[in-house]
């Protein structure tokens, strides 16, 4: 039997920033200092949003939730976590 | 044309045969008393290959509503069969259903809800799901039982909601009546083929029933609202075509006896109100202007029809086979009462509970109270 009626239905594609800008959870954020950065790769590998650039070290603010695992793995300690204002 | 075939039927193999002619998907199933008997008789039906459809057992009730679910939105006609406590430990995932928008058909056989057990019916197990939202019919015979199924499903596709086939336990579901099954012929033309416009399908991957913020929740919820009222001219309209296809009539949203010229109406459910005709038959020879109103759609509640057939200053009889606890009486006189008030006010309403876990409830019983309750 078809539908006589429109259905809204709640069905997202995967897509970024198809959850919303999760980005205003954060209370902290995290920093990189680039000079102690050598680009190894863990945090790209930790992070569980997947907001951190895997060449530049760079973090997508829009939707990192500021959960500071990057923090805690970073290997030269070029990450901390800075209170949001 | 082949002709309609009668055979004796219990309500639960009326179920049954209604879900083979239907021609559904996918069954997942899990046993309690008094359903058991639907599933065993579809699980029969698949392994001789009657019915061309996937069983799945589970391992409860939350578990068969959630395959029921998946395999819905996969695009699948799904159908499952519960009661009583099995209906409530579905409760989350009724809503799943129906916030989903999956046109998924359940029959619950109404029974009496624990604790203290009991394996008789009631319909406090059903009318506890009000709030699901799901449609609700309740049926009083078995041949309803199967024509209501072939109509849920068309409602159900129609609107994308789920709906749940009650009928009541043993009274129905294990007593033999007289079934006509219509052609295969007829039946396919009265419900075509499930077209769901969307279906979870791996090659276009979706995500569903996801997180939503406020703004997108609320509407969703007030869709949801809209539609399960839209449904009643959609069940209106299946009962007619059914008739119009099959020549069987059940009532729509509502069935009545002996309504036009009434003073007294008794106003009840499921099998009770069959019986109820015989009592009105014996008020009526008694003297009394006695007459019937059954809702045969619970939910969404049929105020206009009721309103519309109700005489002018009739005293109805609400007799409820359930509690409203926090409340004296039942359920359906809260909700009559509601529908009646500023609209009908010609209207006296009382209300008796009755049938408690399979309590009988005789002609002659319901009669005698009916005349007692115009005292009260």
Redesign the interface.
Known sequence: MKAVTKAYRPISWPMKGAGGDTGTWRTHRPVVDIQKCTKCQICWIYCPEAVIDREESIVDYRYCKGCGVCAAECPTGAISMVKEE | MKAAQVTMETGAHAAALAVKSARVDVVPGYPITPQTSIMEAVAEMVENGELHARFIPVEGEHSAMAAAVAASAAGARVFTATSANGLLYMHEVLHMAS???LPVVMCNVNRGIFAPWTLWADHQDSMAQRDTGWIQYHCSSNQEVFNTILQA??VA?????PVMVNFDGFTISHCLMPLTVPPQEEIDRF????????RLDPAH?????????AP?YA??RQ?LSD?IM?AIP?VKQAAQEYKDITGMWDGDTIDTYRLEDAEVVAFAVNSMAAELRLSVDILREQGIKAGLLRPRLYLPFPAEDIINALPQNAQVMVLDRNYNFGHPGGILAAELKSVLFGRRNDITVKNRVMGIGGIDLTRRFMADEIRAMMDD
């Open positions: 916030g989903g928008r499903f068309r596709e129609q609107i994308n909601i419900l075509p083929p499930h077209e769901p416009e969307w991957p979706s995500s569903f029933s996801n997180v939503t913020n997108e509407p969703f869709m539609d839209a959609l």
